[in-house]
């Protein structure tokens, strides 16, 4: 059962999400209303999912998602959001968020978002996705270290898919592996590439050209 933590600051909201979630089967161990309580619940209850808005009264949504990637584990974060401005989305992503949802999403698309968090893909609402992955060729201009951490081929392979936009669940189909292989893959090239979540590897993919046919 996936542990999840649920932070936004309207109680109808955050109780409609977080009994959402119970009916799908998943352990809400914490529904908290500010963000410095939420670093701090998150520490005592260790949550593998945090389910997040933006708009908090004492801190920032990215603030928070800031504090939760540097925690040891660290939970995936996805936001759930009423915005949809592209400054927000591009602030939680660079603060660690694995995904971004607007509140507009059916009950079904955001359990989805809540499933994929948890398996480690990164979930965008549509149209969204495509934004962050701009934002990340822009940057990919910058000038990059010539050297890095040296990748096995199937490492390389993976971190290809990845780059492409592919799921866990569909890289291992492509590659005739078991879910759980890939995301052992991705793990070991987080650690060696020193990165926090899937967000910053399509990121450091695009850099090295991997997402090209």
């Keep these: 059962m996936v542990r999840v933590m649920v932070v936004d600051d309207h109680p109808m909201w955050r109780d409609g999400v977080a009994r959402d979630l119970a009916e799908a089967g998943y352990e809400v161990v914490a529904a908290v209303g500010e963000g410095r309580q939420a670093l701090r619940v998150a520490g005592a209850v260790l949550p593998e999912v945090v389910v997040l808005d ?55 698309e955001f359990l989805d978002a809540v499933r994929r968090t948890a398996d480690g893909d990164a979930v965008f609402t549509p149209g969204l996705a495509g934004l962050v992955l701009g934002e990340y060729r822009r940057l990919a201009a910058q000038p ?26 569909q890289i291992a189909d492509r590659l005739v592996l078991s879910h759980r292989t890939v995301q052992n893959h991705v793990q070991n090239t987080l650690q060696k590439l020193q990165l926090h979540n899937r967000v910053e590897l399509v990121r450091y993919a695009i850099e090295q050209g991997l997402d090209a046919d």
């Excluded at 933006?54 to 040891?72: F, H, I, N, Q, Y």
């Design 54 to 108: 933006l708009r908090l009264p004492d801190m920032s949504g990215a603030e928070v998602a800031k504090g939760l990637a540097g925690m040891s584990p660290s939970p995936r974060v996805l936001v759930l959001s009423a915005s949809a401005e592209p400054d927000d989305v591009l602030d939680a992503v660079k603060a660690g968020a694995s995904g971004y949802l607007v509140k507009s999403a059916s009950r079904e």
């Design 144 to 169: 990059a270290p010539a050297e890095g951490p040296r990748l096995t081929d199937r490492e390389t392979e993976v971190l290809r898919l990845v780059a492409k936009g592919l799921s866990y669940r």
